[in-house]
């Protein structure tokens, strides 16, 4: 099993920056990648990026290309998610999620998944 832990999310103003991160525990050396989705408040969770833990490919979701960055700390066995120029519809619940099966970055099934941590963005 491996368990996760989200940190790092909060209230910030649009135009804003914020950083989140996701510690891994457990059987940490089964991972082969990792992702954050978010969920808002009435819609469904989507895949917001995910990253590979060997080589770190990324993929990210069109809607946070070029504003959101996702990247992996092996030793640590985290993975963390910096936002940047932040709008209010980016305000959900963010997930972290990892797999040991290798699949498509853009595939949206994950086998483990953290708690959640809120961001929001006001106006």
């Known amino acids: 099993q491996v368990q996760l832990v989200e940190s790092g999310g909060g209230l910030v103003q649009a135009g804003g920056s914020l950083s989140v991160s996701c510690a891994a525990s457990g059987r940490t050396s089964s991972i082969t990648t990792m992702a954050w989705f978010r969920q808002a408040p009435g819609k469904e969770r989507h895949l917001v990026a995910g990253?590979?833990?060997?080589?770190?490919?990324?993929y990210y979701a069109d809607s946070v290309k070029g504003r959101f960055t996702i990247s992996r700390d092996k030793a640590k066995n985290t993975v963390y998610l910096q936002m940047n120029s932040l709008k209010p519809e980016d305000t959900a619940i963010y997930y972290c999620?990892?797999?040991?099966?290798?699949?498509?970055?853009?595939?949206?099934?994950?086998?483990?998944w953290g708690r959640g941590t809120q961001v929001t963005v006001s106006s």
């Open positions: 990253i590979t833990l060997n080589l770190g490919r990324t």
């Open positions: 999620a990892a797999t040991p099966n290798w699949k498509p970055l853009n595939s949206p099934t994950y086998d483990f």
